[in-house]
T-cell receptor
Framework: GENVEQHPSTLSVQEGDSAVIKCTYSDSASNYFPWYKQELGKGPQLIIDIRSNVGEKKDQRIAVTLNKTAKHFSLHITETQPEDSAVYFCAASGADYQLIWGAGTKLIIKP | GAGVSQSPSNKVTEKGKDVELRCDPISGHTALYWYRQSLGQGLEFLIYFQGNSAPDKSGLPSDRFSAERTGGSVSTLTIQRTQQEDSAVYLC??????????????FGPGTRLLVL
């Protein structure tokens, strides 16, 4: 079935450094790839998304890249700050209305 | 504006009891999703409502789980005869139309269920 794999499961970076989280998907028909951030005790919140007609999208310190040929996409966070500490989920559009979710990456920003 | 709200925020129950979890989606959103998130895990899809269409119940883990959505707005998720493995955070999300899975899903804060 459709699957999204996300790596790493935990990522610890020094404040100010960059963080990269990678996802691969299996369904070649997927054309929408959102990233959600979940802070402790809260529901996930969309932070950035990309559609298959573009290869990269940037919003201030966060960016997402997409390689449709290889079926993988990545989240890049530059100049990390303590408030970036959270769990990040990638997802890919599946059949009909469904999103296929990655397992999540716990990002820890060390002061 | 008001986001997705869920109640209760926390629920502790005894094994074998029934529980009802409530979700109030964003006004005007026709699509509503329920997910389950076990400790430190990802999102497990449970059920999907879209407008007046029949819900997609394909993610419900057993017949102890059911959900309804009244008047196209508020939804309740019911778990009968709760088991300890039902302990998790239950998340509700809504989106404007829910078509093609390409819309932003707006999540509530979740209900933390603990079955003793």
């Amino acid at each position: 079935g459709e699957n999204v794999e996300q790596h790493p499961s935990t990522l610890s970076v020094q404040e100010g450094d960059s963080a990269v989280i990678k996802c691969t998907y299996s369904d070649s028909a997927s054309n929408y790839f959102p990233w959600y951030k979940q802070e402790l005790g809260k529901g996930p919140q969309l932070i950035i998304d990309i559609r298959s007609n573009v290869g990269e999208k940037k919003d201030q310190r966060i960016a997402v890249t997409l390689n449709k040929t290889a079926k993988h996409f990545s989240l890049h966070i530059t100049e990390t700050q303590p408030e970036d500490s959270a769990v990040y989920f990638c997802a890919a559009s599946g059949a009909d209305y469904q999103l296929i979710w990655g397992a999540g990456t716990k990002l820890i920003i060390k002061p | 504006g008001a986001g997705v709200s869920q109640s209760p925020s926390n629920k502790v129950t005894e094994k074998g009891k029934d529980v009802e979890l409530r979700c109030d989606p964003i006004s005007g959103h026709t699509a509503l999703y329920w997910y389950r998130q076990s400790l430190g895990q990802g999102l497990e899809f449970l059920i999907y409502f879209q407008g007046n269409s029949a819900p997609d119940k394909s993610g419900l883990p057993s017949d102890r789980f059911s959900a309804e959505r009244t008047g196209g707005s508020v939804s309740t998720l019911t778990i009968q005869r709760t088991q300890q493995e039902d302990s998790a955070v239950y998340l509700c999300a809504s989106s404007l139309q829910g078509l093609l899975g390409e819309e932003t899903q707006y999540f509530g804060p979740g209900t933390r269920l603990l079955v003793l």
